[in-house]
Each structure stands twice: as structure tokens, then as C-alpha cells.
Nanobody, 119 residues
Framework: QVQLVESGGGLVQPGGSLRLSCAASGRLFRINAMGWYRQAPGKQRELVAVITSGGSTNYADSVKGRFTISRDNAKNTVYLQMNSLKPEDTAVYYC?????????????WGQGTQVTVSS
């Protein structure tokens, strides 16, 4: 069993910053890619950013230059630093991890954390 626990969401004014964290625990033979997704009301869940075990990153065009994804492999934790936040960034943010539990890789999701950008 693998658990992902997110933290760091909240209410912030436009132009502000937040840092999300997601810690993985449980049967973690190996964690491959980790990422953040978000889902706004009435919209589909979308990829925000992803980072491989080797540190390669990929971002949605809408957050490039404003958000930074990073990970601490020793702590099995992924972070999302969000700067210059906009009202359109308001959503529930979900952590995702691709975890090898032999003999296969499985995808796990966190419970989600609300980010609200409003004045």
C-alpha cells in the first residue's frame, strides 16, 4: 500500500506564492515520475508539472516561468513552488506518483489540496 499526503494549499492574493508538498510512504520499492495535476470546478483534471527520478521536468504552458517542481528522493517528497499566482490557478491540486511495486508500476494519487487565488 502506498499513501501520498499533500500539504501547503490555501488562500493567496493574486501575485502571491505558495509551496505545495507531497510525501509518499508505504511500499516504495522505487518511485519513478512524480507530478502535480489540478482540477478547477467544471473542468477536467490537467497536468501542471512532472519530474522524473533523474530530475527532468515538464510543465504545462500556462505555468511555465511561474511554477517550479522539485523532489527530494531521500524523503520521497515532491514539491511545487508556485509564484506569481493568478486567479485562474485556483483549483484542487493533486499529487501523482508512479511507484514500482514489483512486478509492476502503479499510479497513486493524493487526496488533493485546495489552492484559491483571490483578492
Amino acid at each position: 500500500q502506498v499513501q501520498l499526503v499533500e500539504s501547503g494549499g490555501g488562500l493567496v492574493q493574486p501575485g502571491g506564492s505558495l509551496r505545495l508538498s507531497c510525501a509518499a510512504s508505504g511500499r516504495l520499492f522505487r518511485i519513478n515520475a512524480m507530478g502535480w495535476y489540478r482540477q478547477a470546478p467544471g473542468k477536467q483534471r490537467e497536468l501542471v508539472a512532472v519530474i522524473t527520478s533523474g530530475g527532468s521536468t515538464n510543465y504545462a504552458d500556462s505555468v511555465k516561468g511561474r511554477f517550479t517542481i522539485s523532489r527530494d528522493n531521500a524523503k520521497n517528497t515532491v514539491y511545487l513552488q508556485m509564484n506569481s499566482l493568478k486567479p485562474e490557478d485556483t483549483a484542487v491540486y493533486y499529487c501523482n506518483a508512479k511507484v514500482v511495486v514489483p512486478p509492476a508500476e502503479h499510479a497513486y494519487w493524493g487526496q488533493g489540496t485546495q489552492v484559491t487565488v483571490s483578492s
